[in-house]
């Protein structure tokens, strides 16, 4: 397919989009052209209702150095999933690290498995402090593969290994979270799959410093219904992920999520965290496409 021909006609669309649905004047509008032209280095105005992040696991080519002087140009803030050997370059550029990683020891093997409790308390009970001396608030979790382990049994093994840690997250600041996957695409055998079982661990450890890290690519895969979940559970919800779907691509016009109106409802909920964007840019421009993401988010 020819980029060349779809770029143009996906900026005209988004153009309309925005237009359309989150008030723009025309102004606004021709700001968003603007800032589109390669050679325009302008960061532009947010409108401050969206705080912006960003993975920078999805622009894997990019040294984070000259990654995080790019964001700044877009209005991002913060950038997600980065350990504390790269700390250093996010303080640099006055970047927060949104969403702290490094003490998990995998995506499949977590807190719903008690043989890998000892190991995952250790490990949580030093980058607590590493994320606090830091700076920093987010530290991410996972509730492992469920391997024949049950709903319940894992939410009773859950809730037990992360007691051991939570007191000390409360005492530094530190909140953890759970990321929502999707079992049925990405992620098969995961445990924390659906919104209902991360909500009843959030419940059963009773701390506003364990949320759960609402990742709508993945939710909207696993069960819908993104709007009045987040609606109905905000208060459990820490920090937020996108992507489109199908395909974890592009979150413009090609894929069956409107983002604006998603945006709009989180902003309505009081939320004060961060909305990071995870989709893999499959347009030539990746950054481009970024940039055009983080405007489409900013309502």
């Known amino acids: 397919m020819n980029n060349s021909k779809i770029e143009p006609q996906r900026r005209t669309a988004i153009k309309k989009i925005l237009l359309a649905t989150t008030s723009l004047s025309m102004a606004d509008a021709l700001a968003?052209?603007?800032?589109?032209?390669?050679?325009?280095?302008?960061?532009?105005?947010?409108?401050?209702?969206?705080?912006?992040?960003?993975?920078?696991?999805?622009?894997?080519?990019?040294?984070?150095?000259?990654?995080?002087?790019?964001?700044?140009?877009?209005?991002?803030?913060?950038?997600d999933l980065i350990g504390p050997k790269d700390w250093h370059i996010l303080k640099k550029h006055n970047l927060d690290s949104t969403m702290c990683n490094g003490?998990?020891?995998?995506?499949?093997?977590?807190?719903?498995?008690?043989?890998?409790?000892?190991?995952?308390?250790?490990?949580?009970?030093?980058?607590?402090?590493?994320?606090?001396?830091?700076?920093?608030t987010n530290l991410i979790c996972f509730s492992g593969n469920r391997r024949g382990i049950n709903d319940e049994a894992g939410l009773e093994n859950c809730a037990k290994g992360l007691k051991e840690i939570i007191g000390l997250a409360e005492k530094r600041g530190v909140v953890l979270q759970m990321e929502l996957f999707n079992s049925k695409v990405d992620h098969p055998d995961y445990m924390c799959d659906n919104s209902k079982w991360g909500v009843e661990l959030c419940k059963r450890l009773g701390s506003e410093n364990f949320k759960l890290l609402y990742d709508i690519y993945h939710m909207q895969i696993s069960e819908g219904d993104i709007i009045r979940t987040i609606k109905e559970n905000h208060q459990y919800f820490g920090h937020y992920h996108t992507a489109?779907?199908?395909?974890?691509?592009?979150?413009?016009?090609?894929?069956?999520?409107?983002?604006?109106?998603?945006?709009?409802?989180?902003?309505?909920?009081?939320?004060?965290?961060?909305v990071a964007q995870e989709f893999i840019p499959k347009y030539k421009d990746a950054l481009n496409s970024l940039r055009s993401s983080v405007i489409l988010c900013d309502i």
């Open 244 to 274: 489109g779907v199908p395909g974890r691509n592009e979150i413009d016009e090609t894929q069956e999520l409107f983002y604006p109106a998603i945006m709009k409802v989180i902003f309505e909920t009081g939320f004060k965290g961060y």
């Open 103 to 136: 003490a998990e020891i995998s995506l499949t093997e977590g807190f719903n498995d008690p043989q890998y409790h000892p190991e995952l308390i250790e490990n949580y009970k030093k980058y607590i402090d590493l994320v606090a001396d830091a700076g920093y």
């Open 32 to 79: 968003l052209n603007s800032y589109k032209t390669e050679s325009n280095k302008t960061k532009i105005l947010m409108k401050g209702n969206i705080n912006h992040s960003v993975c920078k696991w999805c622009y894997g080519d990019i040294p984070l150095d000259e990654f995080a002087v790019e964001i700044k140009k877009m209005g991002i803030t913060g950038v």
